[in-house]
């Protein structure tokens, strides 16, 4: 008794020293997120990594097969005005349509390294945890976008729908190993986008919306 009674003591403290340091109040973290996105701060975060990406491949060697990866979703396409539809959280129907009517701009400072990267010859492919049924939108919301170039889009079957996305994404990039592309770069805003086998120069966009895991 005297044992349970002192691990239950514990777990108070920990609960309270928990709530005073590290919880903040649901609204207080989304003004916090919206005024990141809102400020500037989130551009300017941007402009630094991508900065920071052209120097990383500034003297790589371009060779016929030198492919770049990109995500799609806070990587290429900017869903931010959908994250705020949605409360930030997350409604199926509102992703849907959303997805459907092509909404997505481009995030500038990716589209600028994506221009950079295939004006110095990198080819480039996109692979995205979306699924197999939102192939055509995706393609055209990237077409739309200014994303006029690349190799494929690779998206998810449904017969690999059970795989979490860093298993996923290292599976497509093994295959396309396989079929003689070089990986050299890969640029996403999860770490499941890029950990993982035949990633190359890892490229890291910040993304305060949700965690992909
Ligand atoms: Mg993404």
Excluded: H
């Excluded at 869903?79 to 930030?88: E, R, S, V």
């Excluded at 393609?139 to 494929?152: I, M, P, V, W």
């Amino acid at each position: 008794m005297i044992k349970i009674s002192f691990i239950g003591f514990i777990l108070v403290l920990n609960l309270i020293s928990c709530s005073s340091n590290q919880l903040v109040n649901l609204s207080t973290a989304k003004d916090a997120v919206k005024d990141y996105y809102e400020s500037g701060k989130y551009d300017a975060e941007m402009n630094n990594v991508i900065k920071e990406a052209k120097e990383k491949f500034e003297n790589v060697e371009v060779k016929k097969n030198s492919v770049v990866i990109f995500d799609v979703d806070e990587t290429a396409l900017n869903n931010y005005g959908l994250a705020k539809q949605m409360g930030f959280g997350y409604v199926y129907d509102l992703n849907k349509k959303w997805n459907e009517e092509l909404k997505a701009p481009a995030i500038k400072q990716t589209q600028e390294l994506y221009f950079y990267l295939l004006n110095k010859g990198f080819k480039v492919i996109f692979i995205t945890g979306r699924n197999f049924n939102e192939y055509d939108v995706t393609y055209k919301n990237l077409f739309q976008a200014g994303y006029t170039e690349f190799d494929t889009l690779i998206t998810q079957r449904e017969d690999e729908q059970n795989l979490k996305t860093q298993s996923f994404k290292s599976k497509k990039r093994a295959e396309l190993t396989n079929q003689g592309y070089e990986i050299v770069g890969n640029v996403g805003d999860q770490w499941t986008d890029l950990n993982g086998v035949n990633s190359g120069i890892q490229i890291k966009l910040p993304n305060y919306l949700y965690e992909v895991k």
